[in-house]
């Protein structure tokens, strides 16, 4: 079956980078975009970031944007998130996805899979 596992995830102090790692098996990687959710205590999930198949398109939330980077390795089936001058609001659960290959606007209604979630906690 997909398994979308994230790694990397723990506390930091304002200002502080952090990377968070997903490894994605049981699918054709190379056929999805793939993403960044995250959902902090009490709110909805949020979109953070997505980059398409080949690499060429990224998208972000203007929230992180200039701050955060995702990349991915279709070797590999990873995906990465360097996540840089890290503020208390980016605390949050942070979910790995799959979602449709046409796009990289990714919202929760065109998700085809999620990972369990890394907790990221930034302390001032």
């Known amino acids: 079956q997909v398994q979308l596992i994230e790694s990397g995830g723990r506390s930091v102090q304002t200002g502080g980078s952090l990377t968070l790692s997903c490894q994605a098996s049981?699918?054709?990687?190379?056929?999805?975009?793939m993403g960044w959710f995250r959902q902090a205590p009490g709110k909805g999930r949020e979109f953070v970031t997505a980059i398409s198949w080949h690499s060429t398109t990224t998208r972000y939330n203007p929230s992180v944007k200039g701050r955060f980077t995702i990349s991915r390795d279709n070797d590999l089936n990873t995906v990465t998130l360097q996540m840089n001058s890290l503020k208390p609001e980016d605390t949050a659960v942070y979910y790995c996805v799959a979602g449709s290959k046409s796009t990289v606007v990714l919202s929760t209604t065109n998700i085809d899979y999620w990972g369990q979630g890394t907790q990221v906690t930034v302390s001032s």
């Open positions: 049981g699918l054709t990687f190379s056929d999805y975009s």
